[in-house]
Structure formats: C-alpha cells, structure tokens
C-alpha cells in the first residue's frame, strides 16, 4: 500500500510504502561536516556538546538545513545512561568513550535507577528542535541497547569483540542480568521521556549484538529489545521504534518477531532475499548502504545506491547506511547519494 502524507518517514513506519524511500544517515550530525566540527570546537568537550541544548539543537539542525533529510536525529550518545546512573563517563579525542570499568564485586553497588536531571539537556534539545523542525520531518530519539551499553561499562572502552562483558555473561550470569535489568528499566524511561519532548520515533542501537552466539543473542539482545518495546508502549501504545542489532545476520527474523519493533535496521552484510522474504514482509527495513562506498564516490556509489534500492524498495524501505558516517565522507558525495535516491522512479 503507497501513502503520501505529512512525514513520509512516519507512513513507511505506520505500514505504507513510499514511491521515493524516504532518506537520512546514522551519524548524519557529525565530524563530517564543518559547520558541526566548528560548534565542536566552541564547546569544548564532547559531553559539554551534548549536554548544552542550544548546541546539540544546532547540531542535530544542522544536516537538516543542508540536505533536508526526512528524518533529524537527537545529538546525544549511547552513554548517557551510564553517565545519569552515576558512573564515570569520559570522551578520550581520537580514542573514543573510557568508563570506569565495572566488575563483577562492584555490580552489587550499581545504582538501579538513574537521576534523570542529568539528561534533562537532551529533553531541552528535543524540545527546541520540535520547535524548528519543518513539520514534514520527523524527529528520532534513541537509546543504546541493554547489551551494548553494558560492554562498554564492563569493559570500561570498546574492545575488537567486547570480551569481557561475553566473559562475565558466560561465567557470572547473575551479575550480568543485574545490570542488563537495570539499563532495560532506565533506557523505557528515558525513551518515554524524549517522547514527550517531542520525538517521533525511537531507535535501539545495539551495535555490538553481532559477537553473540545464537543462544547468547537471544538472552542478551533480543530479550531486553523486547522488554523496552514493551515497556514504553504500556505507556505510548503507538510509539514507533526501530531496532538496530548489528551483525544480527540471519538471527534477524527471530529478533523482528520477538520485539514487535515497527522496522529494523540492517548492516551492508545483510543478505537480501532473506531480508526480503523474511523480515521486510513483516516491517519497515532501513538501510543499508556500505559507508564506505559513500566515502569512494562516483560510478561505486551509484552502483551501491542503485543495489539498495533494487533489493528493497519494492517494499517498505528507508533509505540509510549500513552503519554510521565516516568523518572522511565527502559532503558531495552525500549530495550524489541523496540525488540518485531522490530521482527513483519506484
């Protein structure tokens, strides 16, 4: 069923299709484009940046007013729950997040429930954006998943394969389960609160879901997806929520049926008939082009835009990365990639 209507991003949510997928990027405010790495100066440090509503508003404004996506993105991170539950939270340039690692002694000592003063900037981000956005736009909150938020927390940094936290699920499950319960509690919190700020749509990022074993992927990442879907529409019945297990592979089908999300994202490794046949005859897909053909530009890029399009947009699709911008895209390179998507006669 095709449908055209205010926030065509919203329609392909809600169950119609759109003759021109509607488009936006995963890290679409960021490193790449000057005008944010200016502000980024300004402020200082990154949290300062995502902690000030005036900056994280400009910012997730920013790649609006360039390209006029279909979709703005709340300018926050994945950490900010840690960070509200009390735990050291630090952005290292060049290096990436560092946390106070968490073992399993101190488990015991977590804080369950998060002091949600500390994110009140981003719900004043949300609102101020709310109020600038053109209205044919929609606007997405997100939280990271249960799974990946805890491997950077016991890891205290991202690792090659997020070991430590597979090593505490497999020797200390108890341990484990703890903290998993309480990012799941705290992250329907949070979600419902960017709802009232004036988000659109929530996305669940677990971006390390693709080193679990089927058994593992199943307790530690489709369970707790399941529990927050569930837990913000007990209170927001119609709240639209993509999920987005990286690496899930062929485990996405049992990860759609089981957490009832609205649409799934997908990696460039996702295998297009089974996706066809046995996830986007369920949901909305949103995906999945290769950053890096992105970044290479010219004949490699169209090809690449043109395969997604082949693959999905017969069906419900919108049109996003595979993963996050790189900060070497050349914004050219963005404008080719929007003009071919935008030129499709589907």
């Known amino acids: 069923m095709t449908q055209i209507s205010q926030k065509p991003f919203l329609d392909v949510l809600s169950g119609h299709r759109q003759n021109v997928p509607p488009v936006w990027m995963m890290r679409q405010a960021g490193r790449y484009l000057p005008e944010y790495r200016e502000l980024r100066a300004k402020a200082g440090g990154f949290l300062d940046l995502c902690f000030t509503p005036e900056y994280a508003a400009e910012v997730t404004l920013q790649p609006i007013r360039r390209f006029n996506f279909d979709a703005a993105i709340i300018f926050s991170d ?6 509200a539950l009390g735990r050291s939270v630090r952005f290292e340039a060049g290096e990436g997040p560092r946390l106070d690692p ?8 977590l804080a369950t429930q998060a002091d949600f003063s500390k994110l009140e900037p981003v719900y004043e981000a949300l609102r101020r954006v709310r109020r600038e956005l053109d209205p044919n736009i929609a606007l997405i909150g997100f939280c990271g998943a249960p799974w990946t938020v805890a491997t950077y927390m016991v890891a205290g940094q991202g690792t090659p394969d997020q070991a430590p936290a597979r090593m505490m699920a497999y020797r200390h499950p108890e341990a484990f389960s703890k903290i998993i319960d309480v ?14 700020a004036g988000a659109d749509v929530l996305q669940i990022f677990d971006t390390w879901a693709g080193v679990l074993p089927p058994r593992e992927f ?10 927050i879907v569930a837990g913000v529409r007990a209170q927001a019945p119609d709240a639209k929520i993509i999920g987005f297990p990286r690496g899930a592979g062929a485990m996405l089908p049992a990860y759609v049926e089981a957490t009832a999300v609205n649409a799934v994202s997908i990696d460039w490794a996702a295998e297009p008939s089974l996706i066809r046949e046995r996830v986007q005859n369920r949901v909305a897909v949103q ?6 053909a992105l970044i290479a530009g010219g004949a490699a890029l169209d090809r690449a ?12 699709l919108i049109f996003n990365l595979g993963h996050g911008i790189q900060p070497e895209t050349p914004i050219a390179h963005v ?12």
């Not at 995906?287 to 890096?292: H, R, S, V």
């Not at 043109?306 to 947009?313: G, I, K, Q, T």
Request: no cysteine.
């Open 78 to 83: 994945i950490l900010v729950i840690p960070y």
């Open 102 to 109: 968490l073992d399993t002694e101190q488990v015991t000592s």
């Open 183 to 196: 990012l799941v509690e705290n992250s329907i919190q949070y979600l419902l609160g960017q709802l009232k």
């Open 218 to 227: 199943q307790r530690w990442s489709i369970e707790p997806a399941k529990r």
């Open 287 to 292: 995906g999945n082009l290769d950053p890096l």
């Open 305 to 316: 835009v043109d395969d997604v399009l082949a693959n999905y947009a017969s069906g419900r």
């Open 335 to 346: 404008e080719q990639m929007l003009k071919r998507v935008r030129g499709y006669k589907g």
